[in-house]
Structure formats: C-alpha cells, structure tokens
C-alpha cells in the first residue's frame, strides 16, 4: 500500500494520531494536519489519492475542503467523518462528492475495508473514464450518470465486453436501461459503424414475430405480397438486439438456437439458407434461470445467450448515485419548461434518497419532471413530489414481523416475538434527535431546547444523561 497516498484531517489531535499510526501500520503513505487550509496547501502541493477529515473543524470545515479538493482532482476520493451524523450532512457529503461517510466512533475493520475498496474503484474509475464520457456525449447515458461501486463495476463491464465478438445477456429490472448498455457494448466495439437492430420480442405478435426476426418469401402466408428481409438480415455485419428474451415462445426459441449455432438465416417459406455476421445481445427484466428451471426458457439457448452476462443494479442499491440523477433531470426539465427553479430543497432531496424506487431510474425521472411541472417558486420542495415519494418514510416507519429485533429498510423497528427494550429504543431515538438539533443549532443549546420546543433545563438534563452514551 505504500505507493498510495492518505491525507488525514481533523482538530483532534488524538483522533490524527490515532488513523495515522493505524493507516501506516496497513502501509499507506499518511500525512496529517490539524486544519482544512493546511491539508489544501499540501494537497495543491503534493497531491494524494485518499482525504479522510473530519466534518465540523474551526475555519475551513470538511464539506468545503472536500468541494476545494474536488476542483483540484475530481477523483480524488474524499472520506468525512463526524460525531454528529444526519440526513442533512449526509446528503450535502454525497452532494459535494464524497466517497463515503463515517459517524465516530467508527469499526476500524470497516475503514480498512472501505479504503482498500476505494482505491480499487479509484484505478477502475481512471480506466473507464473515456467509456463513460463516450458514452453520455453519444447516447445520453444519463441512466447511468454516478460513481457508485456498483456502477464502476457496470462500466468496466462494458468496456472489456466490448472488445469480444461473443454473446451478451443484460439482466436488470425494468427502467434500469439495458437497450443504453446494450447501445454502449456495440459503439464501443470494432462494430460500431454497422447497424444496430433492436426487436422486442414481447411487442410483436407470435404468428408475426418469426417473420419479423428472420424475413419471409412472397406468398407464404397470406398478406406477404413480396420478399422481405428480417431484422437478422438488416443486422449483418453489426449488432442483433432482442429486448425481453424471455417473451420468446418455445418454438422460435429452438428456432433462434439454429440461428446462433449455424449463423444463418432462412426466411419463412424459403428454402435457402444465408449466412449473416452478426453479434446478438439479449435482455431480460425476469430471472431467467427460473424460467429454465419452470420450463419456459431452453437452458441450451440460455448458455448460448449467456456467454457474457451483464446484471444491472436497481437504483435503491445504488442511493449515493441519486443525488447526482437528481439534478441531472432537474436541470433537463427546468430548461425544457422554461422554469425559474434554483435548486432542489433538502427536505425534497432527502425523501427521494430515501425512496425505493420500483421503476428505477425512469420513476426518478417522472418524479422529478412532475415536480418542475407543479412547483410554484424558485425552489422545488417536497410537496411537488409524488404522493408515493412523500408518503414513503412514514408508511415504513412501523414493520411487526418475527424472528429478532432489527432495523427496516427505511431505519423503522422492527417488533418481533422476542420483544424488545423499549426505554432503551427510545432513548436512543431520543439521543440522536438531541444530537440533530445541536448540530443544526452549531451547539447551542437554547436555540436546540427551542428548535426541539423544550425548556432550556430539559435540554441541559437530556445532554448529560446523553454525554457519555
């Protein structure tokens, strides 16, 4: 690890001391400083590959180091820590770039892992740079805009994919754009500049859908009144995308099979087979192994489709990427409704990092253009939003369920048969909402008792019962 670089920030002298002697002891370079603006100087000096600092410091706090350290080197991973963690900081953090976000005390195994993870990302990130920008300059791959782990990984997918002449199966739930990656595995190979044919193979009726995909001859059925060249045909040379494979019926599946072992094409009612060129990239929003298990997909024609395969996260798997979709759309619809909107509020943005988002990245998209649509002022707030977005956090703040006492997805309690503490729930509800107001208040305490609607004695009586929890 000594090739690579670490910049500890924090006022806390113990706390530098402490990351530093546990990073040099994992083998990385560290330096350390007890201000943002010394970090800055050195970073605009000697440059690094990690920042780890903290998010309250006098002067230069930590979000604006990170927005300064961004400007120098956007990939430069940045790394907050705070003892005061909220929504709000949280979403400003993502917002401004970070990579990733610890609340102290922390698991130093987590920080090692976490390290490890973001140079690795940091060196996939370098490789795939002009893939990306290739890719949202040519085919407006705003679906897939973000630096998530899971999308880093997507995007060296891509890359290596393109390069082969083998078969391709995009996997992912609808709205998570498999015709875009799809789109994106054939620029970037060397069949670029041949065509690009796209069948739906759930849109297109059965008895016509054989004649769509190989071609048929006059008069072999009725309506053919001439020669016809199917998709396959059209394809030769490029690329043949079939979108939902798994609406195939059984007979063309065999059918389809023939075509990719033999690489030739029979119309319906001719006799003569044509060899074509072609590389054939399917998709399915279905688990297509169960297909095959239940009988309705052929596992020969899975393994021929599967020989690569490509599996595309759903947008809540990837929530650090939503802020920057966000505002990717809000700038689109603002410009396309001629809107004078600033800015998405916090409150707006906050619930849609918390949604789930069933339809992906397309329901975001709808989210937002709906929002621009109805607001009113300057800023678009929370009550533009759909109801299904506002509603979310509340209609999951209670889950009863058995087995153990755990956290729902949306952070609610969950009540089982071997019950709970409930003084002890609801303290630490309480202790983190007491913390919420103090940093929201910078740590007065009478402007946090009136923020919380308490009295200033109450206030001081729920720190100290707090201050060594």
């Known amino acids: 690890m000594a090739k690579y670089k670490l910049i500890v920030v924090d006022d806390e002298e113990s706390m530098r001391n402490f990351l530093s002697i546990m990073l040099k002891k994992e083998g ?200 016809k060249a199917g998709l396959a045909e059209m394809a030769d040379g490029g690329t043949l995308f079939l979108d939902e494979i798994t609406e195939l019926p059984l007979n063309l599946q065999v059918k389809l099979l023939r075509f990719l072992q033999e690489k030739t094409v029979r119309r319906v009612g001719g006799s003569v087979d044509k060899v074509v060129d072609i590389r054939v990239i399917a998709a399915t929003n279905r688990d297509i192994e169960g297909e095959v298990k239940a009988g309705r997909f052929r596992e020969d024609l899975f393994y021929r489709l599967n020989v690569l395969g490509i599996d595309l996260p759903p947008l809540r798997a990837r929530k650090e990427d939503i802020p920057k979709l966000a505002d990717f759309f809000f700038d689109k619809y603002v410009k396309e409704n001629g809107k004078d909107i600033k800015r998405i509020s916090e409150d707006a943005l906050a619930l849609l990092v918390d949604y789930d988002y069933t339809g992906n990245v397309r329901e975001l998209e709808n989210a937002i253009e709906r929002g621009v649509a109805l607001e009113s002022t300057d800023v678009l707030r929370a009550g533009s939003l759909p109801p299904a977005i506002r509603d979310f956090k509340v209609a999951h703040s209670v889950v009863v369920a058995g087995g153990g006492v755990a956290e729902s997805d949306a952070g609610a309690v969950v009540i089982t048969e071997a019950g709970l503490d409930l003084e002890q729930v609801v303290g630490e509800f309480e202790r983190k909402i007491i913390m919420d107001a103090l940093k929201k208040t910078g740590g007065v305490k009478k402007k946090a008792a009136e923020l919380l609607k308490i009295s200033f004695r109450s206030m001081r009586y729920k720190i100290s019962k707090y201050e060594d929890t």
């Open 28 to 227: 990385y370079d560290v330096s350390a400083f007890s201000t943002g603006e010394d970090a800055l100087e050195f970073f605009r000096a000697e440059s690094a590959d990690i920042v780890m600092t903290d998010l309250k410091m006098p002067g230069m706090g930590g979000v604006a180091l990170l927005k300064e350290l961004k400007a120098l080197d956007s990939n430069v991973a940045v790394i907050l820590m705070t003892a005061y963690a909220s929504v709000d900081s949280a979403v400003e953090a993502m917002r401004a770039g970070a990579y990733d976000y610890f609340t102290k005390p922390f698991n130093i195994d987590e920080i090692k892992l976490h390290l490890k993870r973001a140079l690795r990302l940091k060196e996939l990130e370098q490789e795939n740079i002009l893939l990306k920008k290739d890719i949202h300059s040519r085919y407006g791959f705003s679906n897939f805009i973000g630096t998530s782990p899971l999308m880093l990984e997507i995007y060296a997918l891509i890359s290596s994919v393109a390069g082969t002449r083998t078969n391709v199966l995009i996997s992912g739930e609808s709205g998570t754009g498999k015709e875009l990656v799809a789109r994106a595995v054939h620029t970037e190979g060397d069949r670029k500049d041949k065509p690009f044919v796209t069948i739906n193979c759930g849109a297109i009726p059965e008895n016509l859908l054989e004649s769509e995909l190989f071609g048929h001859k006059k008069g072999a059925f009725t309506g053919a009144v001439k020669d």
